[in-house]
């Protein structure tokens, strides 16, 4: 009875618990996963309360705190968090994607699993120090409200984009993106630091030590004579889910055509240089979200059908 009333009046749920019902991920039925099953309806969550923002488990070369401004359904590949003082949010906002922060998560993440991805658990976020103003001038916090502003449509980038280098002997404040730079200038201001030459000289060991860092794990992780084992160490999911925010952030729509399966293929080597390891992702996220084999040709095949 209760399955009939949802397939009447909420059709799309009701696709969604059937599909939740038929698709196997490692040899066992999504609802009859321990944490789906664990509840009376197995695909109710429940009440969700809004949160402010997202702490990443997984950092790769992109580093950065996703904002939340409309309530969200997120997985568990992230934390999620929110600020005792709300009054104050733009300056927290700007505070952690700041570089200063990018540091903290470089130097206190865990660097052991395969591909040199950076993995920050809990009690390593617990750690991580927040810009905490009591007292604040007005054109400060005018400032401040209008990078947080800027946030608004940027697509996150590598750390490495942003500075303009990889190489931490490199690091030329004209070659860092205007986005970086008024985020991290702000950031020192805030702090005390009113002079803009001696700013300027902390920005560049600032992101000399980022630079130097990103270097160190990925070399560690080329270094590594059993990466294969090392990778098994991550969840799948993660790299199927850094696929999916790759396609959020390119704002791409999902298609079952030819032409989205070549963009998430130029997408999918962006998070791992093992050809095997993309064409997995590729499968897993294409029989997950279309419910249908993953095969080129016959993919192919549909737009020629729609051609002719």
Not at 57 to 70: E, Y
């Amino acid at each position: 009875k209760h399955k009939k009333e949802l397939k009447e009046n909420y059709p799309y749920l009701f696709s969604y618990i059937v599909h939740g019902e038929k698709i196997k991920t490692d040899d066992v039925i999504i609802s009859g996963k321990p944490t789906c099953k664990s509840r009376p309806a197995w695909w109710n969550l429940g009440i969700q309360n809004k949160k402010d923002f997202i702490l990443l488990q997984f950092r790769d070369k992109r580093n950065w705190t996703p904002i939340i401004k409309k309530q969200i359904l997120i997985g568990n590949v992230v934390f999620v968090g929110n600020y005792k003082n709300k009054s104050n949010s733009h300056i927290y906002n700007v505070s952690l994607n700041s570089a200063f922060t990018i540091l903290q998560t470089e130097l206190t993440g865990r660097v052991n699993l395969g591909d040199g991805l950076l993995t920050t658990y809990g009690p390593d976020l617990e750690i991580i120090k927040v810009l905490d103003i009591q007292d604040i001038s007005q054109s400060l916090d005018n400032e401040f409200k209008k990078v947080n502003a800027s946030f608004k449509n940027q697509i996150a980038k590598p750390i490495t984009e942003e500075i303009g280098t990889e190489n931490p002997y490199e690091v030329d404040l004209k070659k860092v993106e205007k986005f970086r730079l008024n985020i991290d200038r702000l950031f020192l201001k805030s702090l005390g630091y009113n002079d803009k030459n001696e700013r300027e000289e902390i920005l560049v060991e600032l992101y000399k030590s980022i630079l130097h860092l990103i270097k160190s794990r990925f070399a560690k992780a080329r270094s590594l004579n059993s990466i294969k084992n090392h990778r098994n160490k991550i969840e799948f999911s993660v790299y199927v889910e850094q696929l999916k925010q790759l396609i959020a952030d390119e704002q791409l729509i999902p298609k079952n055509n030819f032409a989205f399966l070549k963009k998430i293929q130029k997408l999918v080597l962006k998070i791992t240089a093992d050809t095997n390891l993309q064409k997995k992702v590729l499968i897993y996220y294409w029989t997950e979200f279309f419910n249908e084999q993953y095969d080129e040709k016959v993919i192919g095949n549909k737009d020629q059908g729609v051609l002719f």
